[in-house]
């Protein structure tokens, strides 16, 4: 026992010393083995070309790609193809730095340009810290092999260069894949009814799978299937399975699979270099009404299952692998609420039955991979049975963690969600899950900048799960993407109090809340000038809070700036932050020149208070000005002329317009009721 205790702390030491090594030079993700070999050092400044040894050049960054590529005098770095003395892995690299210059190793191309993201990494830091680079050697491979990020289209585009410069951020944060939710945002053209006026070519979606591929990122399609068919069954009513609702196909009439196989034909043409084919199939409200449904005899789990089983097929014979989301077949056998309604592990033993899936187990197709999301905390015991099931019956499972969920307007919440991706992560590579994924829902249409964040910790946890705490990742990533010090990007933890306040500062009844609908709200009343104070007495702890956020808005204006004025790189990301900043603010700055005029007791005062509201009233436009001219820089904020919109479901606070006025949904509804009310 003794020995084992020794071990342990032996391993905890090297752990503990190879995040320190980390950490102190930023590398993210995290290498998994740095050896200080006390042979010198070196200055980041010293390199003077790269050359590749009897193989092709990667993909460079930063300092490496501003090098010449053949020898001249001075230190040289050496990239070198090896498939004996090198790590068992296709993206896995040693890097050997001394003072007669750097090595990298690697079986791959892919592993080569890791190294060289890595060696960049270290050069970056010494050359902005003036510090020099000791001699190390970093064996370094991923823990998990398939790391993906979602890119959810549906209620928005980005700029075509926009999605350019995100592949080259996530190939250097060591995400080697990207789901792309791309609904009606490209142009088919087996069926171009379905495609919106703003989609993207194939050609154009083909020259990025290109450029991603070439970086060793591959971008695989989402197309929406059974479920959250908006996007096609507002065109096509006859495969509905409810005419009244564009949400489900019939899963029991031929044309649906003919239709559903042209997309998926498209999509797969339009993003070519991936292996897998996401089908969707979540969150079916009503499948079994329809007539066609009926005179099956099949149950709505078989007709589900039915559907599963086509698709899979069709994705088998066109050389992908299927991706389905799994929540249904656990809501059939009635084990949702078990799975997700927050009991104690002793409430789930007493009510865990696996019996309907056990029974049902031969309607899962064995070659789909079954993506197992869950948006929170994934370590509780319900999940853990949902694993372990799949895992008794040889089931091929993805995890599915968020780095922007559905349910947060604006912004990702919880650190940018760094806690769930963390222990995600970790739970996927307890469980050698086939991959795992960080969704990026589209539900509030935050902008990508605001969980880029979250994409980097897929990176750092989906490469070394084990490595960083989320405080250490935070700190790593405010250094390695703005050459910030730790501290500098704590702001992003107060804004998203920020946006808890922001989300109902102006309601007596709903929220902005995306996932579920924003469209039943009651904006708060407005002072009667005949009864002063009796608002304010009403409103007080609304308040109360509207100072405490006026402060809070100070504060963050303040770090924003000076992060701002200190960022190397990477400054956009941080004025997305601050005119989110500006937009939090607006409603604690009407609340409280609204409880100025409710308390005004002369008429001096009253009118004074009025020209306050009049110039906050008016300062709305100036703020949603700048806001847009900011978010406008990467993205379209506008749907083109003609788009249909989606019939139902989609009560999503970004579905809600066809412009940006969504994004302040209720302080225009208030503004109105101000502007008739007092001027």
Known sequence: MKKVVMMIGVLMSVLHCIAGIADEWALLPSPQEIKLTGQGEISGSEFAYVQAKDCKMPVLYGNLDRL???????????????????????????????????????????????????????????????????????IDYPKIDFRAVHIDTKHHLDRMDYYYSLIDR????????????????LRFERRPEVAAPNAISKQEMQALSRYAHERNVEINPLVQGLGHAGFILKHHWELRENPKS??????????????????????????PYGKYLHVGGDEITAIGIDERCKSTGMSPFE??????????????????KPIFWDDMPFKYAGLWRVAYGGLTDEEVEQQWNSQPLDQAVELFPKDCVYMRWQYGDPDYMAHRKMLDWYSHNSLKVMGATAAADGGSPFMPRF???????????????EYGLEGIFATAWDDGSPHSETFTRGYAALGEWGWNPSARTEKEFKQAHAQREFGLQPHDTDFIELLETSAYFFDGALVDEGRRNPAWGATDFKIIALPDLEKPGEWSCQYSSRLDSAHIQMQRYVEISNKISHAQRNALRNRYTLDIYAQNNELFQYPAKLLLVLGCLDNSNSESERKQALENLQQVVNDFDEMRENLEAVYSRTRFISNPNGYIADMNHHNH???LAQDGSWLYLYEIALINDIKARYF
């Not at 996530?170 to 080697?176: E, G």
């Not at 650190?415 to 590579?429: D, Q, V, Y």
């Open 68 to 138: 010449p590529q053949c020898p001249r005098p001075g230190l040289g770095i050496i990239l070198e193809i090896d498939t004996v003395f090198v790590p068992d892995s296709p993206e896995g690299y040693i890097l050997t730095v001394n003072p007669n210059g750097a090595i990298v190793k690697a079986k791959t191309e892919a592993g080569l340009m890791y190294g060289c993201i890595t060696l960049d990494q270290l050069i970056t830091q010494s050359q902005e810290h003036n510090k020099p680079i000791p001699a190390m050697e970093i």
């Open 415 to 429: 650190g940018s969600k760094t806690p769930h991706i963390h222990s995600f992560c970790k739970m996927a590579e």
């Open 653 to 655: 606070l970004a579905a």
């Open 170 to 185: 996530l190939a250097q944060w060591k995400v080697n894949a990207v789901i792309w939710e791309i609904e009606d945002k």
């Open 303 to 320: 007709l589900q299952m039915m559907w599963l089983q086509r698709v899979c097929d069709f994705a088998k014979e066109i050389g992908r």
């Open 246 to 271: 564009d949400w489900e196909f019939c899963p029991s009439d031929p044309r649906t699979y003919e239709l559903q196989f042209d997309l998926y034909r498209d999509a797969l043409e339009a993003m």
